[in-house]
């Protein structure tokens, strides 16, 4: 993190402001103020003088080679009286807390919440998906070496309950759920296969299977 971007953590959290307070009064974005604290994105001068300004604090250039004086009184270039705090309105709130979407990523066999994603949101959709149709599910078995899906893949699902051939959905069969591809019979049956080259897939009627959604990503991690 560079020395600006920690020098807003630090005057934010003295100030007992949080991130999206910090953001409405700055008149910038919450996910663009995140990024700055997080190291993220490089801010530059003007900008980081505009968002310390607001909790009267101002920019102190420090030398590299120098250590940074200890207990230096801030001077604020702005009285605090004359700073005019901005107050967003219903809309604009609405729209910051929109900006990041927090998911559960739950288990693909136990149904249990195991991490969380935080994900930006842009003109109402992830990765090309209404946010709201967006789900997230960790692989908990390593049945799936034909799909190139291994434990641990944490998979992107398009939620949705009809079936295209030969695509990967999320599934609930006899009250399990696991991931499989699809492929419709001659007789109108479900195969679910775990992979392209499936010689023994398990067949079921449409009525026996729950589609909870048609994979779309998957991230694996070393």
Known sequence: MNRLAQKIKDARIKSKMTEKELAAKAGVQLSYLLQVESGKKVINEQMAEKILSVMGEEIQFIPDDQPEPEKVKAKTSVPREAVKPITPNAQWES????????????????????????????????????????????????????????????????????????????????????????????????????????????????????????????????
């Open 95 to 222: 729209v910051l807390a929109g900006v990041i979407q927090k998911y559960p990523v739950t288990g693909e066999v136990s149904g249990k919440v195991l991490d969380y994603k935080e994900l930006s949101i842009v003109h109402k959709k992830i990765d090309g998906i209404h946010f709201e149709k967006i789900m997230f599910v960790k692989v908990e078995e390593s049945d799936l070496p034909g799909l190139r899906i291994k434990k641990g893949d944490v998979i992107s699902l398009h939620m949705m309950n009809t079936v295209e051939n030969d695509s990967i959905y999320y599934l609930e069969v006899g009250g399990i759920r696991r991931i499989r591809m699809v492929r419709m019979d001659s007789n109108r049956k479900l195969q679910l296969l775990k992979g392209i080259n499936d010689a023994s897939p398990q067949i079921f009627s449409p009525m026996e299977v729950k589609v909870i959604g048609k994979c779309i990503k998957v991230e694996f991690f070393l």
